[in-house]
């Protein structure tokens, strides 16, 4: 099967139910890199910088007026993801997580976030590899964002957390040396550039919409 060149501009609704229901292989394009690199540098330069940068040389919220010195940054982000690792119940079906994993990498592609392609490169190797994170059901917070859901998702990325491999449940750690990947070293930005974000209730309401075509034709069909 041809791989989906993810730009962060163009995907499709067949695209998406093609990746997260057919298993399509899906590869980062050469202009999405582009764009990531560019911004990349940008978030780099400021975390450099004497500015305060809110998320990266600041803490979060009620934190923002504290400042963490360069030797802290990578550990910032790092800890922002452990931290907000806190869903609990039932994890979301294979289905649920993969159309997760492949919206966070496509919004991640756009190149706004400030992130390196290779953030996105491991996400969509774990998506074509079948090798899923447990992402607890409920946790989000919704509309100001599906952070804990997002935060399972990425404890994966840097070697923690939990994974599904065949069916198996095992930790991050193992999950991705079985594979062979590194995990991630976050930099600047990454963490809250991974966390930011309603993906979770957006691949699941593109889920249920996908459903609900399929009852309404059903409903033509016996009508």
Do not use: W
């Amino acid at each position: 099967m041809k791989p989906l060149l993810l730009t962060g501009r163009d995907l499709t609704l067949s695209a998406f139910h093609a990746v997260v229901g057919d298993g399509r292989p899906v590869r980062l394009s050469s202009e999405a890199k582009v764009r990531m690199t560019a911004s990349y540098r940008v978030v780099q330069r400021l975390a450099a910088g004497p500015d305060p940068v809110y998320g990266v040389t600041t803490g979060f919220g009620k934190l923002a007026n504290q400042r963490i010195p360069p030797s802290d940054i990578r550990k910032l982000q790092l800890n922002l993801i452990r931290s907000h690792a806190a869903g609990v119940d039932a994890p979301l079906t294979r289905e649920e997580t993969r159309a997760m994993m492949l919206l966070r990498a496509n919004v991640l592609a756009c190149g706004h976030s400030g992130v390196r392609p290779l953030v996105v490169e491991l996400l969509l190797t774990l998506l074509n590899r079948d090798i899923l994170p447990v992402i607890p059901c409920r946790g989000s917070v919704g509309a100001s964002g599906d952070l804990a859901p997002l935060a399972h998702l990425a404890l994966v990325l840097v070697g923690e957390g939990e994974a599904m491999v065949k069916g198996r449940r095992q930790s991050g750690r193992a999950a991705l040396a079985m594979a062979g990947l590194r995990p991630l070293t976050l930099q600047a930005k990454e963490g809250l550039s991974l966390l930011n974000g309603t993906q979770a209730m957006l691949a699941l309401g593109l889920l249920a919409l996908r459903r609900c075509e399929h009852l309404v034709d059903a409903a033509d069909v016996a009508g």
